[in-house]
């Protein structure tokens, strides 16, 4: 059963940060690509980062140098560093898994990021 569980959300004042953190169980790590979804009250999911087995990321226009994904092959665990929060990334966000094997999406279940103006 493959699961992703999310940590290190809350609430944080605008300019501070937040790291979050997915552990993904269930799969080898090595064959996914993992990344950061996130939805905000009334919009759509979007895409924030992605990063593959070989280290190369992907960032959304709006968090380009302020946010940072990396990942630990040794704890199969993916990492969100978000910096000089804004009152627009409040959203809640999901850790997503993209599984070569079986081209497979899996998901997390979110977890509440509320940044304060």
Do not use: H
């Not at 993904?24 to 905000?40: C, N, P, V």
């Not at 092959?73 to 999901?94: F, G, I, P, W």
């Amino acid at each position: 059963q493959v699961q992703l569980v999310e940590s290190g959300g809350g609430l944080v004042q605008a300019g501070g940060s937040l790291r979050l953190s997915c552990a993904a169980s269930g799969i080898l790590f090595s064959r996914a690509t993992m990344g950061w979804y996130r939805q905000a009250p009334g919009k759509q999911r979007e895409l924030v980062a992605t990063i593959t087995n070989g280290g190369g990321t992907n960032y959304a226009d709006s968090v380009k140098g302020r946010f940072t994904i990396s990942r630990d092959s040794a704890k199969s665990t993916v990492y969100l560093q978000m910096n000089s929060l804004k009152a627009e990334d409040t959203a809640v966000y999901y850790c997503n898994a993209f599984y070569y094997p079986n081209g497979m999406n899996y998901w997390g279940k979110g977890t509440l990021v509320t940044v304060s103006s």
